[in-house]
């Protein structure tokens, strides 16, 4: 029998623990940031790498820009539960800082393994490392609130929601961005 959604997870971050990936943030993290929500969702969100909040509770999006984030998803009548939420880079960078290309590298196998798993209709990226997973040509300011077809996932690029705290006046072009969610969601689940 297949094994479960969320065994398959679980195999998937024993494997980062066990093949040692990127062993330099590992030693000054205290916590493998792997992903929380809903292992049914449709849709996947992808952040950029655990801040201190992050690393303190091991649970993504839990400080200042998880809580922009969740004003946003319940902006359009979603909360945590109906989403499951994980980060390229999956252990927090010293200092907050950007995480490396070698580092997203690194971890991009297992991303793909999660998403794999999860089998989202629509994944969305916060940010342009997220993005750049998928559209490494990609500029924010301009494929933000855009759908694209990479291979068999639908991506849309949004703002970090970091983004959003630096700069208050990308608030409103953010929540515009969140308010096309239902209606990609509708357009994916038609061509099903
Ligand atoms: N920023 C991210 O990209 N991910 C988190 O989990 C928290 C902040």
């Known amino acids: 029998m297949p094994l479960e959604k969320k065994e398959q997870l679980e195999q998937i971050r024993v494997d ?3 093949n040692n990936v990127c062993p330099d943030l590992a030693k000054t993290a205290k916590h493998l940031v792997f992903g929380y929500g809903n292992v049914d969702a449709e849709i996947l969100i992808i952040g950029e790498a655990p801040g201190k909040k992050e ?3 091991g649970m993504p999006f839990v400080g200042a ?3 922009l984030l969740d004003e946003m998803l319940s902006s359009i009548s979603l909360n945590r539960e109906d989403v499951y939420i994980t980060n390229i880079v999956k252990y927090r960078p010293p200092n907050n800082r950007d ?3 070698s580092e997203k590298d690194q971890f991009l196998p297992y991303l793909k393994q999660q998403i794999t798993t999860l089998a989202p209709l629509l994944v969305i990226t916060l940010g342009r490392h997220s993005m750049q997973c998928f559209l490494p040509n990609a500029i924010i300011g301009e494929a933000h609130g855009l759908l694209f077809r990479v291979k ?8 970090h929601p970091a983004a ?8 409103e072009t953010m929540k515009k961005d969140f ?3 239902p ?4 357009l994916i689940r038609k061509e099903k």
């Open 16 to 18: 980062i623990e066990k």
């Open 55 to 57: 690393d303190e509770t």
């Open 65 to 67: 820009s998880g809580r």
């Open 99 to 101: 995480p490396l290309q």
């Open 152 to 159: 068999q996932e639908n991506i849309l690029p949004l703002y």
């Open 164 to 171: 959003g705290i630096y700069n208050r006046t990308l608030r």
């Open 179 to 181: 308010e096309k969610i």
């Open 183 to 186: 209606e990609i969601l509708a």
